[in-house]
C-alpha cells in the first residue's frame, strides 16, 4: 500500500498541477492501493478550512488512524533524529510511524525530511 503525504496530496488535488498528474498517473499505474494517514488529513483541512474551500474531494481518501503502536514508534523516532533536524520533526515521525506500522511505501516530495527514520520505505 501507498501512503501519500500531504505535499503529495495538495498536488494532486490541484487540478492544474502538472506534477499533481504525473504523480497521480504513477500511482494508479503501480496497481497498488493508496491511502493517507490521519495526520496528513488534518494538514489537507486546515489549509482547506484556512482557504474557505471544501475538503468533499479529499474525505473520501482512505485515511489510517494514528494508533499506540504508532505513538510509540513515533516517539522513539523522533528521540532517534532529535538535534540532527533543523525542522519540526514530529508530525514526520508520526506519519513515517504510521507507514511503517501498516507497511506502507510513503509517496513524499520531501524525501530528505523522511530521511533518517529507519524501516521507512518510500514509493
Same mark, same amino acid.
Given at each position: 500500500?501507498?501512503?501519500?503525504?500531504?505535499?503529495? #496530496?495538495?498536488?494532486?488535488?490541484?487540478?492544474?498541477?502538472?506534477?499533481?498528474?504525473? !504523480? =497521480?498517473?504513477?500511482?494508479? $499505474? *503501480?496497481? &497498488?492501493?493508496?491511502?493517507?494517514?490521519?495526520?496528513?488529513?488534518?494538514?489537507?483541512?486546515?489549509?482547506?478550512?484556512?482557504?474557505?474551500?471544501?475538503?468533499?474531494?479529499? #474525505?473520501?481518501?482512505?485515511?489510517?488512524?494514528?494508533?499506540?503502536?504508532?505513538?510509540? !514508534? =513515533?516517539?522513539?523516532?523522533? $528521540? *532517534?533524529? &532529535?538535534?540532527?533536524?533543523?525542522?519540526?520533526?514530529?508530525?514526520?515521525?508520526?506519519?513515517?510511524?504510521?507507514?511503517?506500522?501498516?507497511?506502507?511505501?510513503?509517496?513524499?516530495?520531501?524525501?530528505?525530511?523522511?530521511?533518517?527514520?529507519?524501516?521507512?520505505?518510500?514509493?
Amino acid at each position: 500500500m501507498i501512503l501519500i503525504d500531504t505535499d503529495v #496530496l495538495i498536488e494532486i488535488l490541484d487540478k492544474h498541477s502538472d506534477l499533481g498528474r504525473v !504523480l =497521480s498517473e504513477k500511482v494508479m $499505474a *503501480s496497481g &497498488e492501493k493508496f491511502c493517507t494517514s490521519v495526520i496528513n488529513l488534518h494538514e489537507i483541512l486546515y489549509g482547506y478550512i484556512r482557504l474557505s474551500k471544501s475538503a468533499d474531494e479529499t #474525505l473520501v481518501l482512505p485515511v489510517l488512524d494514528y494508533t499506540k503502536a504508532d505513538a510509540l !514508534l =513515533s516517539s522513539e523516532l523522533e $528521540a *532517534s533524529v &532529535e538535534g540532527r533536524e533543523s525542522i519540526e520533526i514530529r508530525s514526520d515521525a508520526m506519519i513515517a510511524a504510521i507507514a511503517i506500522n501498516n507497511d506502507c511505501k510513503l509517496l513524499t516530495n520531501n524525501r530528505k525530511d523522511f530521511a533518517n527514520f529507519k524501516g521507512l520505505e518510500f514509493f
